[in-house]
């Protein structure tokens, strides 16, 4: 049989799934990922040509990666499929794709009872509801984990780093020269493009750990500089963005990102020593203008305090602990099912907020107790799947996982958002690399840890 030298020649199903690159597939996932992972920056560029709502922008984008997901999922399981390598092969080697289907069929099961329940309309505040939820994970999660190939994966992260360098620079722009009108101005601290500062701290806390991690990391002299530029800048903006939450998880974020080195190689690096050190140095001189760090660890202190003599605990972390304990007295209520997608914020507004401001609590609040674990444990088993292959991690991966990390410590003080979140469900795929059916119908997933070493993959 004559092999096709191209996809037109072949005649059948079979022939297709079987002659069809795998970078194919790999760049229909890289699409919504690059997209989202720069949505902020193209946010600014696209209302330069005319005013447009942040919502329908990321509606916009959601649409695309739906329809992308859609598309590999078809492509990759048929590809599985053609090569006699099915569904069960792919939840042992993958199980973090089954906890997170689990979880999605509890979310699903959950929202539908407490619609029948408590009259809840299956959509939420904030622009999220079940359908934005289900996309988070089967969208951006599942199309960001079928990028294997090491030069897409540096190249992603590049443009990650890049775009958030340039929204740093424009953020510094409308602080110290020219206000930029598309940026929210309604907080005395920077927002960017971001409805409310925290989130602009979320978004913060993936930029500099992705920048920290390309300075040190990337073989390429050049994007080794604009690492370290992007992670100067976006310091700066993150001291005068004051989400205190997200000040420490980039700081645990460097600590994490020092135990993966040690874990793989046996010693700490001395260039994230640099990095951590630059992370304190650009603290202490901001101090001199800006009190905010210092007030907030001392804030930290005196909270503590509270906690542990129970005098006015409830004010503690900017009212996070009463808001908590309201969390957990609701979660007790509905143990099993939930209360649904923001069925419960007139409860919690008398708090100081509509949600439980941790996102951990939040999953068991909206969706029960048995859900919250499945998300944890699908989290926690992307990064103990890195564990099991920390000789075949390549600098892409390490990268992506350490600053998910960081987003999952900021994740313990503020709530999901349609903005954000797929940002770290991007940044978690790009974490979780799929092994592949074979080198020769997929793509090895043997990559050295060395990325001079690291060859691209071929289909």
Same mark, same amino acid.
């Given at each position: 049989m004559e092999t096709p030298t191209k996809l037109s020649q072949v005649k059948t199903f079979s022939e297709f799934f079987r002659y069809l690159p795998y970078h194919f597939i790999e760049w229909i996932c890289a699409v919504p990922v690059v997209?989202?992972?720069?949505?902020?920056?193209?946010?600014?560029?696209r209302n330069c040509i005319s005013v447009w709502s942040y919502p329908v922008f990321v509606d916009d984008i959601d649409l695309i990666a739906r329809v992308a997901a859609v598309c590999a999922l078809v492509l990759y399981f048929g590809k599985r499929l053609n090569a006699r390598q099915g569904v069960k092969s792919l939840i042992k080697e993958n199980s973090a794709f089954a906890i997170f289907a689990l979880f999605s069929i509890l979310m699903i099961l959950t929202v539908a009872y407490n619609a029948a329940v408590v009259s809840n309309e299956m959509a939420g505040g904030?622009?999220?509801?079940l359908f934005t939820y289900i996309t988070y994970i089967f969208a951006y999660f599942f199309c960001a984990s079928l990028i294997e190939n090491n030069t897409l994966k540096y190249n992603i992260l590049r443009i990650f780093t890049i775009s958030g360098l340039l929204m740093g620079i424009l953020c510094l722009i409308d602080l110290y020269c020219v206000e930029i009108p598309i940026f929210n101005h309604v907080y005395k601290n920077v927002s960017g493009v971001f409805s409310h500062f925290n989130h602009f701290g979320y978004y913060l806390t993936l930029v500099l750990l992705a920048s920290a991690g390309m300075a040190v990391l990337d073989k390429n002299r050049t994007f080794r500089i604009l690492g370290w530029l992007s992670f100067a800048v976006n310091t700066v903006v993150l001291i005068r963005d004051d989400t205190f939450g997200c000040y420490l998880a980039v700081a645990f974020g460097l600590l994490f990102a020092q135990i993966v080195h040690c874990i793989i190689h046996k010693r700490t690096n001395i260039a994230m020593w640099c990095v951590l050190g630059l992370y304190l140095g650009i603290s202490l001189v901001m101090g001199f203008w800006y009190d905010t760090v210092f007030r907030n660890f001392l804030t930290l202190f005196f909270d503590l305090g509270k906690i542990v003599s129970n005098e006015d605990a409830g004010h503690a972390g900017s009212s996070r602990w009463a808001i908590w304990g309201k969390t957990l007295e609701l979660i007790s209520q509905r143990p099993l099912t939930g209360w649904g997608i923001d069925t419960q914020s007139e409860? +919690?507004?008398?708090?100081?907020?509509?949600?439980?401001?941790?996102?951990?609590?939040?999953?068991?609040?909206?969706?029960?107790?048995?859900?919250?674990l499945l998300y944890i444990w699908a989290v926690l088993e992307v990064y103990l799947h890195g564990l099991r292959s920390k000789?075949? +991690?390549?600098?892409?991966?390490i990268v992506a996982l350490i600053a998910a990390f960081g987003y999952l410590v900021s994740a313990f003080f503020g709530n999901t958002t349609y903005y954000v979140s797929p940002l770290f469900f991007c940044l978690l795929g790009l974490g979780y690399r799929v092994k592949g059916i074979s080198p020769e119908t997929l793509a090895s997933t043997d990559v050295p840890c060395d990325p001079e070493k690291a060859e691209p993959f071929t289909a």
């Open positions: 997209l989202f992972l720069t949505s902020p920056l193209l946010y600014v560029i904030r622009n999220e509801d409860v +919690l507004r008398p708090t100081g907020c509509d949600r439980s401001h941790n996102e951990y609590l939040q999953q068991m609040l909206f969706f029960g107790i048995p859900a919250g000789r075949k +991690l390549d600098v892409p991966t």
